[in-house]
């Protein structure tokens, strides 16, 4: 048996001290903290790395702090297009979405599309029409309106710019949400869910629904949930070069993390970070912003939640 370990992110970013009420950090804290209770609890039980990323992701999702399901950003058309991925490190099984409108969990809807279709990514209306074949949840419109999201996306759209999540306050913040866990039977997972950039173009995806960039998770590696600037995510294919580094040239997790986030992305531009985790229960949380909204929990140790560079 082995021990289980659970990390969690809401998002990388200009995160400062200085813009930050202890009222927000509270907030955030609490809801980090509940995210990782609810994966720590299936994991406690015997569950799997599967169902603890999967719960953890959605605890994220119906919090409007985050950028996922209830809190995502608007699109340049006043539209929230949702993306979301998940994959099994046992069999690289994986499921993803990406620009789906209505889904209340989107993550659970890429789990139904690698459990219940014969395909990895659906998009669009195709994967609405696949949600209501599965009974997905659907929410009105109004369920994603959230008022701070509002003024973020009319600041952009006055400025006619296309923005990640946040960077219109001063505070800049790409708010995806994501989870990795490595389960008692020594199975990880990976799951990352976002509503992408305030302003984007309708259509416009980013790393999280594309497997290898955003989300990866291989049982012979590691588990890794990324969150950034997609563009640079997906040209470095993040998830998988960690992977790779680790596979093919023998590094540890951490010393691959270094490599990709602190190196690789920062040459080409790309902000962000990520969260990873191997099947020792190694857990690395690296990042190139200036802070990024995280927690993880290993099996009989007190938790942890950051969100600045300690
Ligand atoms: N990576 C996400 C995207 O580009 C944004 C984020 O991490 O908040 O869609």
């Known amino acids: 048996m082995k021990k289980y370990a659970l990390a969690i992110h809401g998002g990388a970013g200009t995160i400062l001290r200085s813009s930050m009420t202890l009222e927000k950090e509270l907030s ?3 809801a980090l903290q509940l995210a990782i209770e609810t994966g720590e ?4 039980n015997g569950g799997t790395a599967l169902d603890a990323v999967e719960a953890a992701v959605m605890s994220l999702e119906n919090n409007p702090l985050f950028n996922a399901g209830k809190g995502a ?3 340049h058309d006043g539209t929230h297009e949702l993306d979301a991925s998940i994959m099994s490190g046992i069999d690289l099984s994986a499921g993803a979405v990406a620009g789906v409108r209505g889904i209340k969990n989107p993550v659970g809807l890429a789990r139904a599309v690698m459990e219940k279709s014969e395909h990895v990514l659906l998009s669009g209306a195709g994967a609405e ?4 074949k599965v009974n997905a949840e659907f929410m ?3 369920y994603f309106f959230v008022q701070m999201r509002y003024e973020q996306w009319q600041q952009a759209k006055a400025s006619d710019s296309i923005v990640l999540d946040h960077t219109v306050n001063p505070e800049k913040k790409f708010g995806t949400v994501g989870a990795v866990a490595l389960d008692m039977n020594g199975n990880l997972a990976a799951a990352t869910s976002t509503g992408g950039m305030t302003n984007k173009k309708h259509g416009r995806v980013g790393d999280t629904p594309i ?3 955003g989300t990866y998770a291989n049982n012979a590696t590691c588990a890794i949930s990324c969150t950034g600037h997609g563009e640079f995510f997906i040209r470095s294919v993040v998830a998988h070069d960690i992977s790779c580094l680790m596979a093919y040239k023998g590094l540890s997790l951490q010393e691959a993390c270094e490599v990709v986030v602190m190196d690789k992305l920062v040459k080409i531009g ?9 099947t020792m229960g190694t857990i690395v949380l690296p990042f190139n912003s200036e802070g990024m909204y995280r927690a993880s929990v290993k099996q009989g140790e007190a938790s942890y939640i950051g969100i ?3």
């Open 308 to 310: 600045y560079k300690d």
């Open 73 to 75: 950003v608007f699109t």
């Open 211 to 213: 497997i290898g960039s």
């Open 129 to 132: 029409a696949f949600a209501k």
């Open 270 to 278: 790309g902000e962000g970070g990520l969260i990873a985790l191997n």
């Open 41 to 44: 609890l299936i994991l406690k």
């Open 140 to 142: 009105p419109d109004d």
């Open 28 to 30: 955030y804290k609490n």
